[in-house]
């Protein structure tokens, strides 16, 4: 009976494609088979936390002064607010790409420094046993 209300067009009871729900569930190795009731309400929950988001987002970011809800204020919510912060590598705030790259180039000499030091020591250690 569910399933023929699925199925049923403008009255879903979910809006999120339950075939590739089933696809993501189905990657999990764990998984063998997957109950219909438990794939309803997989989707229903992400549906749900999804607009959970939205609105958390639109309503403490600056999306009410733009009557819209933008990327910032959804990196601003992951950032911020610790019920959302394991979303914070999936919704990283945005940089130039020029920032980035010169973040990246930043590390790289900080890493190469760090590596170079531990090298040696362990080389010194080598020689005098």
């Known amino acids: ?9 403008e009255n879903r009871l979910v809006s999120l494609p339950l075939s590739r729900i089933r696809v993501i569930m189905k990657s999990s190795p764990e998984v063998s088979s997957i109950n219909q009731d438990a794939l309803f ?3 229903k929950a992400t549906e749900l936390f999804v607009q959970y988001l939205a609105t958390y987002s639109y309503k403490h ?5 733009k009557n819209a ?9 992951a950032e911020e607010c610790e019920t959302f912060q394991f979303l914070a590598d999936i919704l990283p705030k945005k940089i130039l ?10 590390e790289k000499r900080d890493g190469e420094v760090g590596e170079d030091d531990e090298e040696d020591e362990g080389e010194d250690d080598e020689d005098q046993t």
């Open 97 to 106: 790409a020029s920032k980035y790259l010169k973040m990246l180039e930043k």
């Open 41 to 43: 309400l997989t989707a």
């Open 1 to 9: 009976k569910m399933a023929a209300r699925l199925s049923g067009g």
């Open 69 to 77: 809800l933008t990327y910032s204020d959804l990196s601003h919510t």
């Open 61 to 65: 970011g600056r999306g009410k002064e």
